[in-house]
């Protein structure tokens, strides 16, 4: 069955053709850095407007000129808990058919591995906590974001359905909520964290007396920065080869209510909270299980406030300073 060489190093061949596919993105720019600073020298980036990973036939015609020996598929239509609930069919159809000709083709042209990312968002909405993988497809989803989520359900299965089939060396990691530089800021379809520290800027700057915030502030959340994520992906590459996938967390859980009155401290706004009760809450907890990773030996080291501070300092330095 298994044709792979789960024993190969990644580390190793630094001259290695590696597709980071969705390099301009939050998750893709992260791993990008830091392979650049492990001393790779043969990343493959293009933009979304050079490679539309939609369509099957140029993803092929991608694989079959630029062979790349290893593939991180970061590259996905993302969004935070209003833009899924907006856009249902984008969060299920461009996921499906980005994961899946990726993957194809990655195969099809003889990749030695790739890393699929998948989400928190996969497990069931009433979870056990903190959640192992073993919770995944145990119950009902988080109805604010089930079609992305099926969809990344999806991701994890192909990846094991080619690894069973076809031996090929494809593995799943599930982080848990990222924030850090290259997030999106924008202000209705960003996930929590950027889209509070920009309406903290803005009503710091326009002196506001108060910011809304979503929901009840209740939810729990679990948050990573991404250069601590793209630290535990190359981690797997070099050192994992199971079928099951794998979480990746921090192990520390914050309240909305709690993140916000952070980032209010961070940004350095003096005025009030008003809650937003007509916005979703989604699911009250997730946080993972991260366990099976820790015990592989990887472990996070950026803490919620610093990653905060240095997140707020690069929106400020490239986002405000870009705007005319
Ligand atoms: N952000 C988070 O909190 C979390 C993210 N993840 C996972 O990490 C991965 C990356 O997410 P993140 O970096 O946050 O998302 P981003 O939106 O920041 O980045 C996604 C990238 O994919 C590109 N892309 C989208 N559609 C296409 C397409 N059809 N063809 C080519 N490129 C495309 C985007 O380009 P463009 O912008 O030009 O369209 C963008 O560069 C996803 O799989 C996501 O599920 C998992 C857990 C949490
Ligand atoms: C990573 C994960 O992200 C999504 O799930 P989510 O964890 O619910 O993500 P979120 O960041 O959008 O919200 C977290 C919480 O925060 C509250 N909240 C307050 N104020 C704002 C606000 O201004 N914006 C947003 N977006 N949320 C806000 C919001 O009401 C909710 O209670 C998935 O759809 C899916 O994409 C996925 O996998």
């Known amino acids: 069955m298994g044709t792979f060489d789960a024993g190969a190093s990644f580390l190793a061949d630094k001259a290695a053709p590696i597709f980071v596919a969705g390099h301009q993105g939050l998750v893709g720019s992260a791993i990008t850095r830091r392979l650049q600073a492990l001393g790779f020298t043969n990343l493959l980036l293009l933009p979304h407007s050079a490679l539309d990973l939609t369509c099957q036939a140029d993803v092929d015609a991608f694989f079959s000129v630029h062979r790349p020996h290893f593939v991180f598929l970061a590259a996905a239509k993302v969004g935070g808990i209003l833009a899924n609930s907006t856009y249902p069919a984008d969060f299920i159809a461009v996921n499906l058919l980005i994961q899946t000709n990726v993957i194809l083709s990655a195969h099809k042209f003889g990749t030695k591995k790739l890393l699929f990312l998948g989400s928190s968002c996969i497990y069931p909405k009433f979870a056990p906590q903190p959640i192992p993988e073993s919770a995944l497809l145990t119950a009902p989803l988080e109805p604010t974001n089930e ?25 799943s990691a599930m982080p848990t909520n990222l924030y850090g530089p290259r997030d999106n800021f924008h202000p209705d379809n960003s ?68 993140l916000a009155e952070m980032v209010k401290e961070v940004v350095g706004f003096e005025g009030e909270l008003v809650w937003d009760r007509s916005k979703p809450d989604g699911t009250p907890r997730k946080l993972m299980d991260s366990s099976k990773l820790a015990g592989m030996g990887w472990e996070p080291k950026i803490s919620l406030r610093d990653g905060l501070e240095e997140t707020y300092k690069w929106y400020v330095e490239n986002m405000v300073k870009q705007q005319p």
Request: glycine share 8%.
């Open 147 to 171: 079609w992305y989520a099926v969809a990344k359900i999806a991701g994890i299965k192909t990846c094991q359905a080619f690894r069973l089939q076809h031996g090929f060396d494809a593995i």
């Open 191 to 258: 996930h929590v964290l950027p889209a509070l520290i920009r309406r903290f800027h803005e009503a710091k700057v326009a002196q506001a007396k108060e910011v809304v915030v979503w929901g009840s502030g209740s939810p729990l959340r679990e948050f990573l920065h991404v250069d601590d994520l793209a630290d535990a992906v190359v981690f797997l590459m070099e050192n994992y080869s199971g079928l099951e996938h794998v979480n990746v967390g921090s192990g520390k859980e914050v309240s909305i209510k709690e």
